[in-house]
């Protein structure tokens, strides 16, 4: 692991797979995966979106970055280049552990044919909010990143 230093303030970290020079400003542009990301293998960041707060920034609309770099690989960040960077804008924390939470119920639905019940859809939208306003996992093992 590599750790290239892109700003005076050591706080923040970003993982790449390329190479970037310093002083490189990081927006979520065309390359964002997220918009191209197939719904029905991330559903779990679509629901997110669903119930996101209108006040809140999107994860289509973001970089990623944590205030560890090793929670990076555990964010799916990549790992090959990690930059400390300084952000130009508002922050926000999210536990991710809220994304597994939503597929674990659409998992348990599937399997009991409630994919589509209130209680299913109750329980999605409680996560997905529990995520939004950066409420920690009830079983957090490693911390919020």
């Known amino acids: 692991m590599r750790i290239y230093k892109i700003s005076s303030n050591i706080k923040y970290f970003h993982g790449s797979y390329h190479f970037l020079p310093n002083g490189?400003?990081?927006?979520?542009?065309?390359?964002?995966?997220?918009?191209?990301?197939?719904?029905?293998?991330?559903?779990?960041?679509?629901?997110?979106?669903?119930?996101?707060?209108?006040?809140?920034?999107?994860?289509?609309?973001?970089?990623?970055?944590?205030?560890?770099?090793?929670?990076?690989?555990?964010?799916?960040?990549?790992?090959?280049?990690?930059?400390?960077?300084?952000?130009?804008?508002?922050?926000?924390?999210?536990d991710l552990n809220w994304m597994s939470e939503i597929d674990l119920i659409f998992s348990e639905a599937w399997d009991n044919g409630e994919q589509e019940s209130e209680d299913t859809i109750e329980k999605v939208k409680n996560a997905a909010l529990n995520y939004w306003n950066g409420t920690p996992h009830y079983n957090d093992l490693y911390g919020s990143i």
């Open 24 to 94: 490189t400003v990081l927006s979520p542009g065309k390359g964002n995966f997220m918009g191209t990301v197939n719904q029905y293998k991330m559903d779990s960041h679509f629901k997110l979106e669903q119930f996101r707060p209108s006040n809140l920034i999107s994860r289509n609309n973001c970089v990623f970055m944590t205030d560890n770099p090793e929670d990076i690989d555990l964010a799916g960040g990549a790992s090959e280049h990690i930059y400390i960077v300084k952000p130009l804008g508002k922050v926000e924390r999210h």
